[in-house]
């Protein structure tokens, strides 16, 4: 969570358009963004917007930002912001144009007001929620990794994308091992480049609530949008092996 990037690099004076006005809004008004990216075929990005964005606590916690709508497929989206693989996403970023924060997936809530409240923290704005020295740390989220089923459930089924569920925990060193390592690897990226990346905890009620018990960590799912099983990888797995899995689990689709 501590990564910091740039979202754009032009001059405020060249920038002109429905999305590009807002961001010059912002500047000239020194106004921090919440930058909400949406797309007409995904259904969670109507709950996000209206079961979440539009919650009282919500709302009162966010105040302090000015709220911008991007569609992911948009010429402005793509030109200004940075790639937006999964949607919903959702960008906090300060008037200078730094993307401090980056939220994808459906959340609720009480875990999104947990993103609020860390971007303010990062942006120098008072607090206005009333949990307490409670942080994203841990909970990274990036351009390959969603963090929720359902949401990458829809995605696979919005892209023709299959699954892969790795499956951790914090104390288990082969599991940050499989992480630094193998998945990491420039190779296992490319084999998988037809799957969403979904990383629970072992001990996460999503993992329940698929009907998956986990013996070892890392356990990798690999499952189709439907959650129908391709094939289960227990265990940590080099490169080499882990290319096994991978294709044994592309010949079942």
């Known amino acids: 969570m501590n990564k910091i990037t740039w979202l754009i690099f032009l001059p405020a004076l060249l920038i002109s358009g429905a999305l590009k006005d807002s961001l010059v809004k912002a500047k000239k008004s ?4 919440m930058i909400y990216v949406k797309s007409d075929t995904c259904q969670f990005c109507a709950k996000m917007k209206n079961e979440t964005l539009n919650d009282a606590s919500v709302l009162e916690n966010t105040s302090d930002f000015m709220f911008i709508v991007a569609d992911k497929n948009d010429a402005e989206t793509k030109k200004y912001l940075p790639h937006v693989r999964y949607t919903p996403t959702i960008y906090f970023i300060s008037p200078e144009f730094k993307v401090v924060n980056t939220v ?4 609720g809530k009480d875990d999104f007001n947990l993103w609020v409240d860390d971007s303010k923290r990062k942006l120098g704005l008072k607090d206005t929620s009333n949990v ?10 990036s351009d390959t990794w969603m963090y929720d089923i359902p949401s990458a459930m829809d995605y696979a089924s919005q892209t023709g994308k299959q699954i892969m569920l790795y499956v951790d925990s914090p104390d288990s060193k082969w599991s940050r091992k499989m992480m630094e390592s193998t998945l990491s690897d420039t190779t296992i990226k490319e084999a ?3 799957f969403v990346w979904v990383k629970l905890q072992k001990n996460s009620a999503d993992i329940y609530t698929l009907g998956l018990h986990p013996k070892h960590t890392p356990t990798v799912y690999f499952m189709k949008a439907d959650k129908s099983s391709l094939a289960t990888a227990e265990g940590y797995f080099n490169v080499s092996d882990f290319l096994q899995w991978i294709n044994y689990a592309k010949s079942k689709i």
Do not use: F, I, R, S
């Open 132 to 141: 307490e020295n409670v942080t994203t740390e841990g909970v990274n989220q």
């Open 104 to 107: 994808k997936g459906y959340l």
């Open 192 to 194: 998988l480049d037809n």
């Open 30 to 33: 020194h106004q921090a963004m």
